[in-house]
C-alpha cells in the first residue's frame, strides 16, 4: 500500500496547487492521498483567508482523500516547527509511505546533504553559524553563510546559496531535518517549482501565486479570481463570502492585537516565543504610535528581524505562545490526529489507520475530554497503548478551539461569532 | 477662602449639568470651584462618549475653574469605591471647603446617619447584612433590607428604602462615608434630584438625561441634541465627530473585550476585581456565544449580578485591575492630582495648591516619571514631605496612560489612533 502525504496551507486553493497535487499523485502511484493543512491561521503570520473547514471540503473534491488539521501551535511557528509539526502529522497517521513537497533547486541529494549537516549539527558549523549570528545576521541568512564555509572547507560545492534563499527549499529542508528526527521511514521527493512564485504579487493569469490571488479577492476582483482557481474553490469563495465568513485579512485583527499589545509589560512580551533581542521594545513602543498592524510591522521589522517572522510572532503576542510551551510542543510534536475531511475512500484508510496509528484519532472534537480523560488512564484500547502526552494532548488541542474561535470573531456577518465552530461543525465527508 | 468640590461625569455636558453647576454655586458662593472628573472610561462601565480633554474643554468653560482628572482605576469601580477616588482627589487638594452633590431625598440628617451605619458597621447590621446576602440577593440590595431592619430596631424610622433606591443618594451615602474615612473637615451639601433622571432613556427636551442625549447622538439626531446641551458643549462635540473622534459607544470594544475574554482562563479571571461566586464561568461560557457586547452583557447578568456591575467587571476583565490592586488603591486613595483644565482664575488656585496640598499636582504628564523618581527620593521640596507612595503613585498614573493608549483605538478616524494623547495633549488653559 502506497499513501502519499503533503503539506499544504490551500489559501485558497488554485490552479497550481491542483497542478501540484496531480504531478504528486504522478510521480508516486499511490493508493490514497493525505494532506495536512494549516488551520485558521497560517504559516505567513495571518488568519487564512477562508476558514478551514471550507478548505478542507475544496481539498477533499481536488483528490485529497483525508485532511488532518495542522495543530495550531505548529501553524504560525518558523520553518523548523511547522515542519515538526506537519511531518509530525502525516508520520503519527503511521500509514504514509511517501512525501512530495515542492523545490526550486529540485535537488534532493544536495537537500539531504545539507539537512544531514542541520541534523548532525557538527562544531565546525555551530562555530560558523555563532559567528555570522554575532555579526547581526539574521537567523536564515546566518545559517546560509555557515553552511556555504562549512560545505566549502569539506570540499563540497553544491550552489547552496541559491537554495538556502528560496522559501521551498528552505522548507524542504526542515522536511527532511524533521523526518529524520522523527526516525522516520518516510521516502521523501521532491517536485520542481519555479522560484518566487510563492511570494509573488501579481496575478498571471491561469497559474498564479496564493498572495495574488488574495489581492484580488481583497479588491473583490472575483472575475480574475475566477480564472486562477478550480471553479470548486470559487464556488466554495463565493458562497462563504455571501454569508459573511470571508475574505479575512490581518488587518481585522487589528484592535484585537493592538487592544493586547498596548497593554502588555515588557516583562510578559519577552516570555513570548521569538521575542528576542529588544524586540520586546519594539512591539511596546511602535504599539502604541501605529494606527494599524501594517504600519506596527513595518515599524517592528528590522533587517535581522523579517516581515514574516514579525507578523508571526505578533500571533504568537496575541494567542500567548510562551517560548518554553513552544520548546516543549516541538520536542514532543503532535499529539493527535484531527480530520477535518474525508471521502469515501479517505475513510477506508482511517478504518487502517485506528489500529496502525499510536495517536487518537479525532473526528468529533467535541469529545476531546472524554479522549484526555482516556489518555490519563492509558486504557484506549486492549491492543496497545497510546503514545500522546495527556497534558500536551489537551493545551495543543484546546489551542486549535481557541484559534477557532477567535477566528469567528473576524466574521463579516457579526451573528455568525457566536457559535463555537469546533464544537458545532461536523467532520466533512464527501 | 471657600472653595467648592463638585463629583462629574458631564458624558456629555448637558443642560442639567449646567443648572445643577449653578445651583450648588447659588448655595455656596464660593472663590473658587473645582471639579474631579472621571477620564476616558465611566462609572456605568463603558468608554465615555467623547474623551476626557474635551470633556474638560467644556466643563471649563461652563463655569468649573479647575478640572481634574479621576485615576481610571476609580472610574470604573461601583460606588463605594468611585467615591474613595474622587472624594479622594477632593480631599486632599487640601483646599476644598464644600462639596455640593445631587441627592433625590436631598435629605442630608437621615443620609448622614445611615453612613455612620456604613462607616462603623455595628455587629448587629453586619449579621443582617450577611444574611440578606446568604438569600442570594445583590449587595446594594442587601444592604437595603439590613439597613431597614437595623434602623427599624432602633426605633428610627425613616424612608430609608426609598433613599436606598435612588442612584444620586446611594452615591452620596458613598460620598459622606468616604469622607469620614479620610477624616476630611469638607462640609457636604445636598441639592435636589429628580428620582430617575439620571437613566431616563427618552429625551425629554431642554433638560434630559446624558442616557437619552447619548442615544441621540448615536443616532445622529444632532438637531435634538443641541436643545439639550449649551450650546459650546454642542460646539465641541460636533467638532469632535467631525474629527472622527467621537461618539465612542461600548460596542466599539466589541473585537478587543471578546477577543480577550474567549482567550481567559478561569483561573485568570477569577484574579479581577468582582468576578466571583461563579461570574468567572459566566463571562467564560458566554464570550464564546455571544456575537456582541450587548449579548455578552444581557447573558451574564443575573439578579444578583446588575447590568451596570456586569459592564463594569468587564472593563475591568479587559483592562486587569486585580482584586488585591483595587484593594490597594481604595485603602490608600489617589496618589496624585492631574489637571486636565483651569481657567486663568483656577490658575491663581492651583498656585495656593502647590503650597497647600501633600500630593504632587501633574499638568504636564510627561514628567511622570521624574516624579516618581523625586517621590522616592522624598525630595519634593525643602518645606514639607509628599505622602504619595511612590509604586501606587506609579501604577496608578501609567493605567490612566493605558486607558487614553486604549480609548484612542476607539475612534473612527483611525489614523488618530497613532497618537499618545496622554503624553501629546497639553493642559487645557481658559
Redesign the interface.
Given at each position: 500500500m502506497k499513501v502519499l502525504g503533503v503539506v499544504v496551507e490551500y489559501n485558497p486553493f488554485h490552479n497550481g496547487h491542483l497542478h501540484h497535487l496531480r504531478e504528486a499523485k504522478t510521480l508516486i502511484n499511490p493508493d490514497y492521498t493525505i494532506a495536512v493543512m494549516s488551520g485558521n491561521f497560517v504559516q505567513r503570520g495571518e488568519p487564512a483567508i477562508l476558514d478551514k473547514f471550507s478548505r478542507a471540503e475544496v481539498a477533499v473534491n481536488m483528490g485529497v482523500d483525508i485532511v488532518f488539521e495542522l495543530p495550531f501551535v505548529y501553524c504560525i511557528q518558523d520553518a523548523s516547527g511547522f515542519a515538526m509539526g506537519s511531518i509530525g502529522v502525516l508520520e503519527r497517521t503511521n500509514v504514509v509511505t511517501d512525501i512530495v513537497f515542492g523545490s526550486e533547486s529540485s535537488n534532493l541529494e544536495v537537500l539531504d546533504k545539507i539537512s544531514n549537516i542541520l541534523y548532525e549539527q557538527p562544531k565546525t558549523f555551530k562555530k560558523l553559524l555563532n559567528k555570522h549570528l554575532k555579526k547581526g545576521l539574521s537567523f536564515p541568512n546566518a545559517r546560509k553563510f555557515a553552511l556555504v564555509e562549512y560545505l566549502e572547507s569539506s570540499n563540497y560545492e553544491p550552489n547552496v546559496i541559491d537554495i538556502l534563499e528560496q522559501s521551498n527549499d528552505i522548507l524542504g529542508l526542515e522536511y527532511l531535518n524533521a523526518l529524520k528526527l522523527y526516525d522516520s521511514k518516510i521516502i521523501p521527493h521532491t517536485i520542481q517549482r519555479i522560484k518566487a512564485e510563492y511570494n509573488q504579487k501579481e496575478f498571471t493569469g491561469e497559474i498564479s501565486s496564493a498572495t495574488a490571488i488574495r489581492n484580488l479577492i481583497e479588491k473583490n476582483e472575483m472575475n480574475k479570481v475566477r480564472q486562477g482557481v478550480p471553479s470548486l474553490s470559487y464556488e466554495v469563495l463565493r458562497r462563504e463570502i455571501e454569508k459573511g465568513k470571508a475574505p479575512i485579512m490581518f488587518e481585522d485583527m487589528?484592535?484585537?492585537i493592538?487592544?493586547?499589545l498596548?497593554?502588555m509589560k515588557k516583562e510578559e512580551l519577552i516570555q513570548i516565543d521569538g521575542v528576542k533581542e529588544g524586540l520586546e521594545t519594539r512591539y511596546s513602543k511602535f504599539s502604541?504610535?501605529?494606527?494599524?498592524l501594517t504600519?506596527l510591522v513595518n515599524h517592528v521589522k528590522t533587517k535581522r528581524f523579517t516581515l514574516t517572522r514579525v507578523k508571526r510572532t505578533l500571533l504568537k503576542i496575541?494567542?500567548?505562545l510562551k517560548e518554553r510551551d513552544v520548546k516543549l510542543y516541538n520536542n514532543h510534536g503532535p499529539q493527535y490526529l484531527r480530520v477535518l475531511a474525508f471521502t469515501e475512500k479517505g475513510q477506508e484508510l482511517l478504518g487502517k489507520m485506528k489500529d496502525l496509528s499510536a495517536y487518537p484519532i479525532i473526528t468529533t472534537p467535541s469529545t476531546y475530554r472524554k479522549i484526555y480523560n482516556r489518555l490519563n488512564d492509558n486504557l484506549l484500547s486492549s491492543k496497545k497503548r497510546y503514545q500522546s502526552i495527556p497534558e500536551i494532548y489537551l493545551n495543543q488541542i484546546e489551542y486549535d478551539f481557541?484559534a477557532s474561535?477567535?477566528y469567528t470573531?473576524l466574521f463579516k456577518n457579526?451573528?455568525?461569532?457566536?457559535?463555537?465552530p469546533d464544537k458545532k461543525q461536523r467532520v466533512i465527508m464527501l
Open positions: 487589528r484592535d484585537m493592538l487592544g493586547k498596548r497593554m502604541k504610535i501605529s494606527s494599524n504600519e496575541f494567542f500567548d481557541l474561535n477567535i470573531l457579526r451573528d455568525l461569532s457566536s457559535y463555537e
